[in-house]
């Protein structure tokens, strides 16, 4: 057995890790309580196996591609980054990304990602054509909206749990550039905010970043992010069409003393950074793809900056009406704790496509918080105000809520569960997450 | 048949052979792959095709099949302009201590095998005039040490042949560049213990195979803190090394 965690290291467990190469390993490897891991970036554990983990990353091969259509085939271990390094230059990119690039196909499939443009473009699974999925009793089916469409809605956004992702078409999206035509807007608190983004509802990319160390008056004070491809014609003289991807400048060597984060440095940085953004907004800057969705990833190893404990992120989503006065309240409860972090980001999202996927339209909330002190009975009081609000959260993120939370929040989950049994009756795909949240117990 | 430079990869099927595949082909080499078994290689000659719209071709080559090795190198179509051996075994130090059989697998992998093909292709270069021959050895062969000197004889070996051929050959046009890896996450090394800070992944050496070509070095420790390393151990009074178990 190996000591495992998600990106948020916590919880770290106990599971019998396998990195395969080939598809008929994975066939004598899944064991009862298995389930497959991409590259470790679900942030609790989700991507961890009650009993054993199956590492995918060494399926890194691409299939086929058709320039013509932007159709793609590849294997599910494929990181975005290699798919945006490989094609990029050759006109194409992912057609929905996520806050970092290091995630695999199969996981961004699983979970059912979204980026920036969730709200006008949908996620992740609306660009997958069709999964090849090895379902847990051992059969290898190809799923698709036309051919067993059950086993493909259950797989986008199902968290690994219908079996074992193998490959996937996509298509990708024909883009002239590397670079993002990106407009700040400064709001001065939360109203400010979400009328930002509701007028922003007709950008390709929207985002706020919240300083959630901001209280009364200036509380939910933000920037908004708007973003658009930028075209050849856009592009400072000189400037290559498609702009080199820093791999890791940055790196944090060590496990940061957990007092780095205190209530001082986050208030300061916090400060710091919407006063240098405030001071950018208006006129239109066109920047890199990569800093633009991607602005942490050019530090390695950024959860080690919360210490050794590791940390929580909390993302929840909540329709109108009622989502101004539930985000008012969570961000107010946050600002007299102090710890809130860095990174407190606030979008809209339209209609997830699958069936346990987590986007419902409304305005999406993310915090992250040290692993420490009474952290756990907080964030159950938030997820109470959030099913009330007839909200949820996302599993991709999640270490921790309750299963009453879960099924209030996922109404679908009975149609979920009754697919999952039927492409595994002896429930031999069984993660830390689902015996936390799904399974029978 | 295009204009575009080639690149020949023995050992294709390996974790560094894919990734040094990949880094010429996105520099728009054509490449040829070479292994044991051609059927493995196909899926790997699709994703170069799919990711970089170059030519691949495959061919069958077995790095303990001597016998068969000058056959291999007037069948294939072209001769490249840069041919590298990633081929190599790691084996079983302990298991290669009592066992001939073994230990002659390991001598022969990664001292015999690549020499004879490289020395061939190193023939044909220098009547052409030009060309570029890449050796993949290994730190280990810098000093033979207690927990795997079997291995480290063999890489030894290579690595003074690889630098008696770059000595001659230059002369004669032909550039060669030997390898030394240090610790890769990799199939071979999957299981071991590896040193965090002096372990890499295998596309950061196939990005240094590539530099290491284009810009003519001779001798590439991938990890700049092995040089390093191999200078404090290679300069060890033996009295001293002797008692050390590693």
New interface residues.
Partial sequence: MTLVSGWGRFPVVDSDVLRLRSFEAVGVAVVTGSVARGNGRAYGDAAIGAVRTIGMTGFDRVRSFDPATGRIRLEAGVLLSDLIDTFGPRGFLPFVVPGTRFVSIGGAIAADVHGKNHHCEGGFGRYVDSILLRTGQGETIEASREQNSDAFFATVGGMGLTGIILEATMRLRPAETGWIRERVISASDLDAAMRALDAGDAATYSVAWIDCAARGRDLGRSLIYLGEHAGKDELAEGAVAFPAGKNRGLAVPIDLPAMTLNRTSIRAFNGLYYRMGARRAGGDHVVSLYPYFFPLDSIADWNRIYGRRGFLQHQCVIPEPGARAVLGEILDRVARRGDASFLAVLKKLGQGDGILSFPLPGYTLALDFPVKGDILNFLDEIDRLVVAAGGRLYLAKDARQSRAIFEAGYPALSRFNAIRKSLDPAGNIRSKLSQRLLDEV | MTSRKTVLVLGGSSDIGRATARAFA?AGYDVGLAGRDVAALE??A??LR????VEVSLAKFDVLDTASFEGFVSSLPALPDVVISIVGLLGVQVNAESDLAHATTIMRSNYEGPSLILGLFAEKFLARGNGTIVGVSSVAGDRGRASNYVYGSAKAGFSAFLSGLRARAGRGGVHVVTVKPGFVRT?MT?GMKLIGPLTVDAPVVGDAILNAVEKKTDVVYVSGKWRLVMLIIKTLPEAVFKKLKF
């Fill in positions: 996105k899926p790997d699709a994703d799919a990711r970089y719209n199939k999957e």
